[in-house]
Each structure stands twice: as structure tokens, then as C-alpha cells.
């Protein structure tokens, strides 16, 4: 990568939190509901970030309410994940659960159901996500196959875009090789401006990151980089397949962590009390030439809970770096916020930002207010951010396929602090796709360098305490 030439006199500082709660439960005034997955994006473009929230989508009306907005019948599942499929400039909406739906966006608020999918050979999916797989402008969809426990492990497979609005099967995972996938994610981790895959797999299973190479098959990479799982002796499981014992992960998170600018991987595991099940995991990614992971779990702070679910990272107190929040799903544990300390360390400050233990598998985070903060939407309650006094930076980037991939790095100080424009984090979930940098005391402007799906690279210079809309060149 070509780092950032500028640098700013003014480093961020860390802000903490005050004496009153940063969050208050807004979901009765502005008229949520429901806790399943949530899926944030401006399908209207009136710059205001709507939400899908399992099966209903919610328009975002100024952000002092939400209406519920009727999607074509047989739209809609478990969860759904938002792009441009069809490079018109709006939001296309695709739905998973036991049933596939693709909706069109019509670009006057209204939907149609797609007539252009093949048939799926996926049974039942907790997690899909948008990407473009051979570098042709046009995002296709990887998406996880489930499981029937003890009957049948589902296959993974991936839909590929034709550029007439419909898609071809490319790929669907063998008998041998198939696993019971829950959360699906991409990022471009190795810099090299294409989007690779990362599947978070069940019961003791290793995950998958998928290396893309702009051509099918994808070259399956997770051992060998870092990511996989701790592995142990190998077990048989349901439908004949077999695997070495690594952990139960429900969902993960790409993001960079520790401000180097490469995007580092949260790994949320679920994990039973027997030690040999693989506990969450904060993986350092080391860059160039290698690319491979660290683990630097150990005294990160991170509790152990049995039940822990899908993760989603954010900066909620525009320090600049990415903070953790992650969801819980039995009984007497809790949802946890973990502001992040810097040096892989990480502090529980769920009850003093003013946050409940829910649990639940939804997770995603969005400026649904435009106020500059972001909010969290989890546990079927959005929680309002009542803001630091940081300041901030908001990017909109427009490219094809939503610009789904790209990458944006901005210096301060001797931080880079990088986020990325992503379809699917955690286990179905999808936090809003306008970049949100903190920047604490920064009020300085800030050069920001855009790597676009491809590799073009783009440096811009951009005001703080402003959106930004950059359009790929």
C-alpha cells in the first residue's frame, strides 16, 4: 500500500465517558420493532439510513421516525443484505432464510421481485453477503449454507451476477467440504483491491477464508493464514464429513483494530466450558508480504461468556478507533460494549453508556439521526447515541456495485484509521455503509486515500464534522 504522504500536527485524543449514560432507548419515539437481523442503507436515497429488521423494512423519515414500507410478496426471510446489483445508483435488497428473494429497487421507493435467480442449492441460510468475485463491475453473492442438526449439513454457494439482471450458479461447496456456516463477510484484508470472503462456521467446525483471485474457485486460505480456528484432533460429523475441532463461531468482524491500516478479524465464538473450544479471538493482521493473523486474545480484556453471538465494531465515541459490541443468546448472559483502549486492549462499558443485556443476534450500527455519532440497533431496541464532543468525518462513496469493497484510509497523527464499505458483518447483520472516521480533537482537514474495488487508488482532502460523497473516478 502507498501510505498517506500528509501527516496533521494534532493526534486524536481519547475521549471518555461522561457521568450520564451515551445512550438512550429511542425505539418507542421513533416507532421500531422487532429483534431479528438488521440490515441498515439508504434504499431511497434522501439521506436518511432506512433498516430492514427481519422481514419488515422501516423507512427512515428524517430521522423522527420510521414507517414500515411493504416489500413485494416473497420477499424477505431471516435476513437480507443490501447492494447495487445493477450499477443503477440505488440499493438492490436480497433475502435469505429457508427462501431466496432478490428485490429491485425501482428508484421511486418501491420494490419488484426478481424473476432472475437460478435455483439455489443452498436449503437454509443464516448469512449471505454481496462482492464482486471476478472483478467485472457487478457484485455477485457468496451464501452460507445451514444445517438440520444431526440430519444434514447444507452446501455454500455462489451466485454470479451477468450484467442483465440476472445471476448463474458459479460454485457450490462439495459434499466433503461443506460446513454449517453461520456468518458471512468480505474484506479486501490483503490490499490487493479485490474482496475476500470469510466464513464463520458452527459446531467446532474450522472457518473459511476464501482468497479471491478475480476466477473461480476461490482458493480456500484459513489455516494457512491464521484464521481458521485452533484446530484439534479431527471428528466425524453429520453427512460424512470431517474436520479437525476448532470452534463454535457464530459471526465475525473485519475492521481495523489496532490503527495501522490493515483490516484486522473479530472472531465470535460461541463457546461451551470445555477449554478445548475455541474461545473469541482479536486477530492482528500482519500486513505485508505475508498477510497472515495474529492472536492477540490474551489479556485483551475480553470476559468469557458461554453464549456469545454476532459482533459488529464501531468508533461510538469518535476517538478514532474501532470499539466492540457484541450480542449474547442465553439465559444469564449478557450483550457487552467494549471500548476499545488501544493495544489490543479492551474495556466493559456496557452498563455505564446506558445499554441493556439483551439477548439476541442482532447487532448493527448507523447514524440514523445524522448527527454525527453512531447508533446501535440491537436486542429489537435502537439506542440513540447522545454523543461525545469528538469530531468526525463521514464518507459516502459512490462506485459500482454500491463500491461495496472499497477501502478508505485516513492519517492523524501517527494513526491510520481505515474502515471499509461492507455488505454483511457478524451473523446477518449490516451496519450502514457510509464510512464513519472519529476524530476526536482533530478539527483539522484530513487527506483521505480511497482504494476502489480494482486497486485505483484515490486521495482527496476532506473537512471534518461533514459527509463527504466521493465517486470513484
Not at 142 to 170: C, H, N, P, Q
Not at 186 to 200: H, K, L, R, T
Request: glycine fraction near 14%.
Amino acid at each position: 500500500m502507498t501510505r498517506l504522504t500528509a501527516s496533521l500536527l494534532l493526534a486524536l485524543l481519547p475521549l471518555t465517558l461522561s457521568a450520564d449514560p451515551l445512550f438512550r432507548d429511542a425505539t418507542e419515539q421513533v416507532g421500531l420493532s422487532g429483534g431479528g437481523q438488521a440490515a441498515w442503507a439508504d434504499y431511497d436515497g434522501d439521506g436518511w439510513v432506512d433498516v430492514l429488521i427481519g422481514r419488515t423494512l422501516f423507512r427512515n423519515i428524517e430521522g423522527e421516525r420510521f414507517e414500515a414500507v411493504a416489500l413485494p410478496e416473497g420477499v424477505g426471510g431471516t435476513g437480507g443484505t443490501w447492494g447495487d446489483f445493477d450499477n443503477d445508483g440505488d440499493l438492490d435488497l436480497f433475502t435469505f432464510g429457508s427462501t431466496f428473494a432478490l428485490a429491485i429497487n425501482n428508484g421511486d421507493g418501491s420494490f419488484t421481485r426478481s424473476e432472475g435467480l437460478p435455483e439455489i442449492p443452498v436449503v437454509a441460510s443464516r448469512g449471505a453477503c454481496w462482492v464482486d468475485l471476478n472483478a467485472d463491475g457487478l457484485l455477485d453473492l457468496y451464501i452460507g449454507g445451514y444445517e438440520k442438526w444431526e440430519e444434514s449439513v447444507y452446501l455454500d454457494a455462489i451466485l454470479i451476477s451477468e450484467g442483465d439482471g440476472t445471476f448463474s450458479l458459479g460454485w457450490q461447496s462439495s459434499e466433503e467440504g461443506k460446513r454449517s456456516a453461520r456468518g458471512v463477510t468480505a474484506a479486501d484484508f490483503d490490499d490487493d483491491g479485490d474482496a475476500d470472503v470469510y466464513v464463520s462456521n458452527y459446531r467446532l467446525q474450522p472457518n473459511q477464508l476464501w482468497l479471491n483471485t478475480g476466477e473461480l474457485p476461490m482458493t480456500e486460505v484459513g489455516a494457512e493464514r491464521g484464521v481458521a480456528g485452533v484446530a484439534k484432533s479431527a471428528i466425524n460429523y453429520t453427512g460424512g464429513i470431517r474436520y479437525p475441532v476448532s470452534g463454535h463461531t457464530i459471526g465475525s468482524a473485519w475492521g481495523d483494530l489496532d490503527d495501522d491500516g490493515w483490516l484486522d478479524l473479530f472472531v465470535g465464538n460461541f463457546s461451551h466450558p470445555p477449554a478445548y473450544q475455541d474461545r473469541p479471538q482479536f486477530l492482528r493482521n500482519s500486513g505485508p508480504p505475508d498477510w497472515t493473523f495474529e492472536d492477540m486474545s490474551e489479556g485483551a480484556g475480553l470476559a468469557w461468556q458461554e453464549s456469545f453471538a454476532s459482533p459488529a465494531l464501531a468508533d461510538f465515541d469518535n476517538d478514532g478507533d474501532l470499539d466492540l459490541y457484541f450480542t449474547t443468546v442465553y439465559q444469564g448472559d449478557r450483550s457487552v460494549l467494549y471500548r476499545n483502549d488501544g493495544g489490543w486492549q479492551f474495556t466493559d462499558v456496557t452498563a455505564d453508556a446506558g445499554i441493556e443485556a439483551a439477548r439476541t443476534y442482532q447487532a448493527a450500527w448507523a447514524d440514523f439521526d445524522n448527527d454525527g455519532d453512531l447508533d446501535l440497533l440491537t436486542g429489537g431496541k435502537l439506542y440513540e447515541n447522545a454523543g461525545p464532543v469528538g469530531n468526525w468525518l463521514r464518507l459516502k462513496l459512490e462506485g459500482p456495485g454500491s463500491a461495496i469493497g472499497a477501502v478508505a484510509r485516513v492519517r492523524v497523527g501517527e494513526r491510520i484509521l481505515t474502515r471499509q464499505v461492507e455488505s454483511s458483518t457478524g451473523e446477518g447483520n449490516q451496519s450502514e455503509m457510509v464510512l464513519h472516521f472519529g476524530l476526536g480533537e482533530n478539527d483539522s482537514p484530513v487527506e483521505v486515500e480511497i482504494t476502489w474495488p480494482g486497486g485505483q487508488r484515490q486521495t482527496i482532502t476532506a473537512r471534518p464534522t461533514q459527509v463527504t460523497t466521493v465517486t470513484c473516478p
